[in-house]
Each structure stands twice: as C-alpha cells, then as structure tokens.
C-alpha cells in the first residue's frame, strides 16, 4: 500500500499556536458595552447601541477578522510564511493587520485611494502595508494578483463573511446582545437594526434569531449609492450601483456574502442624514460616533416612530460600529461636507425634534 503523507508537524504546531494567540485576544476583551439612548419613558420604546468600537481595534470589525483568521487557520490557508492579503475600505485591515502582527505575519490590505489617512494609519500602525487603487472595482482582481505573487493567502472577507462566523452561538454578535438584554423592560428586541458591508453581521443575527425562535425582525440600513437596497427590492442580485459614501457599509455590487433571506426589512438612509445623526448622537449621549452609526441611528428612528404610530411598546437594538475619531477630515469636517453637496440642516432639525415628539 502507498501512503501520501502531506503533515508537517512544525508547520501544525506554528497553526495551534497561532489559533491559541488568536482566542486569547477574545478572553481578554470584555463584552462590548450596550449603552441606553435616552428616550422619553412615556414612549414605552427602548433604543439599545452596542458598542462595538471598544474593540482593540475600534471597530465591529475586529470580530470578523478574528473569526477569519480562525477560519483561513483551520482550512489550512494560513501557515506559518503566509502572506494575508485583504480587500477593504478600512475597518477590516485595520483588524486584520492587529491579528496579522499578533501571529507574526505580514498583512497587504488593497484599498481605495479615497480612505480616510486615519485609518491608513492604523493599518501602517500594527505593521500593515496599504497597496491603494484608483478604480475601487479593481480591488478584488488586484487582491488576487497579490496574493497570488506572494504565495499568500486572499482573505476575501466579502465571500466568507456570512461562513466564517458561527451563527448558532459560540458568542458571536448576536448572543452577546440577547444575553445582555436578558435584564431589560423589553428583552427579546422588536427589531435589531444593522447596515450591510460584506453582509457577514446581519446574516448572522438573521439566522441566530431564526435558529433561537425569537420574533425578533431584523431591519437592514443602506446608504445611497449602494446596491443592497435595491437588490433585495428587486430581488436581483445582479444590481450594480456607483458604491457608498459612507466607509464600511454600501457596496457597488452585491456581494457573496449578503444573504437578503433573513432580512425583515431594508431602508435605505441618506448620506446626509447619515451624517447628521452621526453628530446628532454625540449632541445626545456624548458618544463620538462614526458615519455607519449614524445611519444606523437614522433607521432606528423611523422604526421607533412607526412603533408609536402603532401604539407598540418594545426595544430596539443596533450598532455603534467604529468612532468619530476616524473621520476627522472627513464627516466630522464641515468644508468636506458642504465640498460633498451635502446639507445636513434639514436632518438636523428633524432628529432635535424627535425626542420632543
């Protein structure tokens, strides 16, 4: 008999190592915190943001590339002289860079030329390179080209997102919030409200919720200029759009990762709005939040206002995903916004006057 014996031990013992390094960075992280937006009691609705940007990194994103680089180590992707390469507007280089220095290897995120420098510099911080694109359509191709001429490996967060997670429990996102709500006036949520980058977050609280029988409807945001609304409207995941101004949701294609199955419901936000429920949300709660936060914020009110029209009582939950301090020169830049065409008054004056309702 003929035996074909690819293990190489030193090699195995590199990936056991690197999976522990990797889990050890979730047992020294706490639960993100779940703060309550101050809404008139009267109202008899709750409004819940988890704050996802407490992560080591700042972002949501710090849980997905954790569970990619768990994914990538034990499909045997990612080895001891690996080089990662990842498509992405910011967020998840960022974190990926983090995990990429924790387990010694290096990190290539393939970029717009439009990201913020605040979050190249991140990238660059934890000991990342930042190869930047003109035509952001191009980044998949150009991804696959690097990696290909490293011998590396492609993460592709937007294929393996809605896989990489575990979402029947194992704390991801979704567990963590039911958990924590276990306590309030109204602990199964109406609806939890969350944008759609690579689609990986609202697949898995879409289907965590269906797998634990909750009655909870899950809404998803879209900015303008992203071509997830329309898709899941239409029910053609061949739309195409011009792509997002807003950093780490939106996307000109549909990606693999979406799954519009176990969506409830979609809304579609403004970037405009967006932005000035963004600067709306630190008014209220002092929290500095990012673009992707306000439009979450924004759907939450139009949700929290049918519910009254309704006469319905219940909660309300969604994400704070990453801080202000990433946009400096970008929304939290009054010449850049008005440079945008972007009127951000009106928006303004309606969400003040929300909370006298």
């Given at each position: 008999?003929?035996?074909?014996?690819?293990?190489?031990?030193?090699?195995?013992?590199?990936?056991?190592?690197?999976?522990?390094?990797?889990?050890?960075?979730?047992?020294?992280?706490?639960?993100?915190?779940?703060?309550?937006?101050?809404?008139?009691s009267r109202?008899?609705?709750?409004?819940?943001?988890?704050?996802?940007?407490?992560?080591?990194?700042?972002?949501?994103?710090?849980?997905?590339?954790?569970?990619?680089?768990?994914?990538?180590?034990?499909?045997?992707?990612?080895?001891?002289?690996?080089?990662?390469?990842?498509?992405?507007?910011?967020?998840?280089?960022?974190?990926?860079?983090?995990?990429?220095?924790?387990?010694?290897?290096?990190?290539?995120?393939?970029?717009?030329?439009?990201?913020?420098?605040?979050?190249?510099?991140?990238?660059?911080?934890?000991?990342?390179?930042?190869?930047?694109?003109?035509?952001?359509?191009?980044?998949?191709?150009?991804?696959?080209?690097?990696?290909?001429?490293?011998?590396?490996?492609?993460?592709?967060?937007?294929?393996?997102?809605?896989?990489?997670?575990?979402?029947?429990?194992?704390?991801?996102?979704?567990?963590?919030?039911?958990?924590?709500?276990?306590?309030?006036?109204?602990?199964e949520p109406?609806?939890?409200?969350?944008?759609?980058?690579?689609?990986?977050?609202?697949?898995?609280?879409?289907?965590?919720?269906?797998?634990?029988?909750?009655?909870?409807?899950?809404?998803?945001?879209?900015?303008?200029?992203?071509?997830?609304?329309?898709?899941?409207?239409?029910?053609?995941?061949?739309?195409?759009?011009?792509?997002?101004?807003?950093?780490?949701?939106?996307?000109?294609?549909?990606?693999?990762?979406?799954?519009?199955?176990?969506?409830?419901?979609?809304?579609?936000?403004?970037?405009?709005?967006?932005?000035?429920?963004?600067?709306?949300?630190?008014?209220?709660?002092?929290?500095?939040?990012?673009?992707?936060?306000?439009?979450?914020?924004?759907?939450?009110?139009?949700?929290?206002?049918?519910?009254?029209?309704?006469?319905?009582?219940g909660s309300?939950?969604?994400?704070?995903?990453?801080?202000?301090?990433?946009?400096?020169?970008?929304?939290?830049?009054?010449?850049?916004?008005?440079?945008?065409?972007?009127?951000?008054?009106?928006?303004?004056?309606?969400?003040?006057?929300?909370?006298?309702?």
């Open positions: 008999m003929n035996f074909v014996d690819r293990h190489d031990g030193q090699a195995r013992r590199w990936v056991a190592e690197a999976v522990l390094k990797v889990e050890a960075d979730a047992n020294r992280s706490a639960d993100t915190h779940l703060h309550v937006f101050p809404l008139p109202w008899g609705v709750n409004l819940y943001l988890k704050d996802e940007s407490v992560h080591p990194t700042g972002s949501l994103k710090h849980r997905l590339a954790r569970s990619l680089f768990l994914y990538g180590l034990a499909n045997g992707w990612i080895g001891p002289a690996t080089t990662i390469v990842e498509a992405s507007s910011g967020s998840t280089a960022v974190s990926e860079a983090y995990f990429a220095r924790l387990v010694g290897l290096p990190f290539i995120a393939v970029m717009p030329a439009s990201t913020s420098p605040e979050k190249i510099a991140l990238i660059e911080f934890y000991g990342g390179k930042c190869h930047l694109v003109d035509d952001p359509g191009s980044i998949y191709a150009e991804s696959h080209r690097l990696a290909a001429e490293t011998g590396g490996h492609f993460m592709d967060q937007f294929t393996y997102a809605e896989r990489a997670t575990d979402w029947r429990g194992n704390n991801n996102i979704a567990e963590s919030i039911f958990q924590q709500m276990a306590r309030e006036p109204y602990p109406s609806w939890i409200i969350v944008g759609a980058g690579t689609g990986g977050t609202s697949a898995t609280i879409g289907r965590y919720i269906r797998y634990r029988c909750h009655p909870t409807r899950l809404a998803v945001v879209d900015p303008e200029g992203s071509a997830f609304y329309s898709s899941w409207v239409e029910g053609d995941p061949s739309v195409t759009a011009c792509g997002s101004r807003i950093e780490g949701i939106g996307r000109p294609r549909v990606e693999p990762s979406f799954v519009p199955s176990v969506i409830d419901r979609m809304v579609r936000v403004p970037d405009a709005r967006s932005i000035a429920a963004m600067r709306w949300v630190r008014e209220v709660t002092g929290l500095a939040v990012g673009g992707s936060t306000g439009t979450n914020v924004a759907a939450a009110v139009d949700v929290i206002r049918e519910m009254r029209a309704a006469g319905e009582k309300v939950v969604t994400l704070i995903c990453d801080g202000a301090e990433r946009y400096r020169g970008t929304y939290c830049d009054d010449s850049w916004v008005a440079a945008q065409g972007l009127d951000l008054a009106p928006h303004l004056e309606d969400l003040r006057a929300f909370l006298t309702e």
